[in-house]
Every structure is written in C-alpha cells, then in structure tokens.
C-alpha cells in the first residue's frame, strides 16, 4: 500500500506539471489501490473470523472445565451425603439400641422394685402378725398368771 502511495504521488506531481499527462494512468493505478483494499478487507476479515474462532474455542474449553468441575464436585458433595447418611444412620442405630437397653433395664429394675415392696409388705405384716401373737399371748399370760379373789 505504501508503494501505491508514493506511485500516486509521482504521478499526482506528473499531472501537475506536464500538459500531454495521460489521466488513465491515474485509472489503473485507482484500480490497484482497489484490488489492494479488497485484499486488505479480506485479511482483516479472516483474521476476525480466526479471532472469532478462537474465541469460541476458547469458551468451549472454558465451559467443559466449568462442567467437569462441577461434576466434580457434584461427585465430592454425594460421596460426602453418603457418608453423612452412614454416620447419621449408625449414630440413631446406637441410640436406638441404648433406649432399647435403657428401658429393658427400667422394665427389670420395674419388677425388682415390685419384688422387692412386695417382699417388705408380706414382711411386715408378717411382723404384724407376730406381733399381734405375741402381744396376744402376753395378755394371754398375764391373764393366766393372775389370781382370782374368791
């Protein structure tokens, strides 16, 4: 391009100066500056369009990062909600065996303690009773061990 500049140059100065100038000299060389300015658009567009391209590139390789990162947490964070599950689910599992066994316990510790009442009432009234024997034969006895007047 800078050789048609200065090609237009000279022949600008020529046209100036010289009467018998010739201006389809000037034509043809329009003609060029044309076909140079075409191929210049051309360049400019395919390299845009590589530009474009690359760009595009760019992003999709972008994107299947993104989609791979994600899947890989996605991967992480289900692996991490199973395990929360199993700890979770073992945690209930121990405490529900521990209510069991707790009121397994309860229930017997329930019946010693019936036992056990039941055992210091009949010993009670046990004692009662003797008691009441007893005290029936003291006065039985001292009934007996009295004398009569008569």
Known sequence: ???????????????????????????????????EAYKEWAQLELECRNE???????????EDYLESVMESAMAEFRLFEEEMNQTCKAEHDSLASLADAACKMGKTLEK????????YIDAAVNSAAASMR???RAVASAASNKVHPS
């Open 112 to 119: 010693a303690a019936t036992f056990a009442s039941n055992k």
């Open 1 to 35: 391009m800078e050789a048609l500049f200065s090609e237009f140059t000279i022949l600008s100065d020529q046209a100036l100066c010289d009467r018998s100038f010739d201006p389809s000299t000037i034509e043809g060389l329009m003609k060029l500056f044309e076909v």
């Open 52 to 62: 474009a391209q690359s760009a595009d590139d760019c992003i999709e390789q972008s």
């Open 134 to 136: 007893s005290a029936v």
